[in-house]
């Protein structure tokens, strides 16, 4: 069965980095794209980044364009959000996602000094 | 970027009635002579988010038939026939149909 499971999150300080990572089973990634939403702490859910199954074809939400990247390992089955220049508010929930069901339970970022 | 509205933005309703959401998109989900990518989600106190309906009316696998999605170009809606303890929470519609995509502010569903 589908299964995804966020790591990686954690407490970093303004204009650090951290690099969450999404790893899937029960389905293969080199035939399937991904997502990654975020929801801040009593906010709405937020789309950050998609990448397709090819692993060229990015997309990006405005408020991370050019500090987030995605990339994938299809040997590992796994996805990867690169987060550069954080901010206070990127601090939120961040799930790898297919849109479909089930969701992961997602990973903590939080950027405080 | 398309901005989705949604109203009310809380709701609150009796066990066993009907409830409605509206969800607005400020450009066309509709692809010609294809789907129109319109999706509804729930997340529930303290859970991860599960999504209800794609496409605008097509239930994801085990969503019960109480729930279903209308619509078309930019208005949609969904409805909960009859609304059960277990549907608390977070409803949002989400825009898949021009990148970026982007969800909706939410509307709070609570009982009454």
């Known amino acids: 069965q589908v299964q995804l499971v966020e790591s990686g999150g954690g407490v970093v300080k303004p204009g650090g980095s951290l690099r969450l990572s999404c790893a899937a089973s029960?389905?293969?990634?080199?035939?399937?794209?991904l997502h990654w939403v975020r929801q801040a702490p009593g906010k709405g859910l937020e789309w950050v980044a998609f990448?397709?199954?090819?692993?060229?074809?990015?997309y990006y939400g405005d408020s991370v364009k050019g500090r987030f990247t995605v990339s994938k390992d299809n040997s590992q089955n796994m996805v990867f959000l690169q987060m550069n220049s954080l901010r206070p508010e990127d601090t939120a929930i961040y799930y790898c996602?297919?849109?479909?069901?089930?969701w992961g339970q997602g990973t903590l970022v939080t950027v405080s000094s | 970027d398309v901005v989705m509205t949604q109203s009310p933005r809380s709701l609150s309703v009796s066990l066993g009635q009907p409830a409605s959401i509206s969800c607005r998109s400020s450009?066309?989900?509709?692809?010609?002579?294809?789907?129109?990518?319109l999706s509804w989600f729930h997340q529930g106190p303290g859970q991860s988010p599960r999504r209800l309906i794609n496409?605008?009316?097509i239930r994801d696998s085990g969503v019960p038939d109480r729930f279903s999605g209308s619509g078309s170009g930019t208005d949609f809606t969904l409805k909960i026939s009859r609304v059960e303890a277990e549907d608390v929470g977070v409803y949002y519609c989400?825009?898949?149909?021009?990148?970026?995509?982007?969800f909706g502010p939410g509307t709070k569903v609570d009982i009454k």
């Open positions: 996602a297919k849109l479909g069901n089930p």
């Open positions: 450009q066309s989900l509709a692809y010609t002579d294809g789907p129109t990518y």
């Open positions: 496409k605008v009316s």
């Open positions: 029960g389905f293969s990634l080199s035939n399937s794209g």
């Open positions: 989400m825009q898949g149909a021009h990148w970026p995509f982007t």
């Open positions: 990448i397709r199954f090819d692993g060229i074809t990015k």
